[in-house]
């Protein structure tokens, strides 16, 4: 993450090529679905009482999440600064369930708006650096020929 939000020299930038076969690529995925499923999993075991409901939604959620990992990776790839806003929201979230499990109530709307500023705050961004590297790079494609 620090190589693609900070480092813009590729001469300085470390080399970190590794070789992803299709099939280290298909267990992560799906060693994460079934992580991820598992918070689902205790969940729906304090919502419903009937055994094929889960089963259900955990199968429905899986297939969900291998639809939708490829666009959201390409996503990811093409913007990196989401992936840094998604881990700061994790930390957000992670300190307010420490803080609770500490009888310390933080107002869910204060957390809900911070996140909304912040991600807010990175669309415009994502929206307005875009145009104007691609404005750099065809001015510059121009002063080449």
């Given amino acids: 993450m620090y190589h ?12 970190l090529t590794t070789k992803v076969t299709f099939r280290d ?9 079934m992580v991820f499923s598992i918070d689902s999993i ?6 419903v009482d009937q055994l094929w409901v889960m089963y259900t939604a955990v199968i429905v959620t899986v297939g969900i999440m291998l639809v939708a990992s490829k666009p959201i990776s390409s ?3 093409q913007h990196p600064s ?11 979230i992670g300190m307010s369930l420490v803080a609770e499990g500490l009888h310390f109530e933080i107002p ?14 990175d669309v415009i961004q994502m929206r307005t650096v875009r145009p104007a590297v691609r404005d750099v790079a065809s001015s510059e494609r121009k002063q080449n020929a």
């Fill in 4 to 15: 693609k939000a900070e480092l813009n020299d590729d001469a300085n930038a470390p080399n």
């Fill in 25 to 33: 690529s298909l267990i992560q995925v799906l060693i994460l679905d």
């Fill in 42 to 47: 205790i969940t729906a075991v304090g919502m």
């Fill in 75 to 77: 996503f990811i790839s």
């Fill in 82 to 92: 989401f992936k840094i806003l998604a881990l700061c929201f994790l930390l957000i």
């Fill in 108 to 121: 869910k709307g204060y957390i809900y708006f911070s996140m909304a500023f912040a991600f807010l705050v």
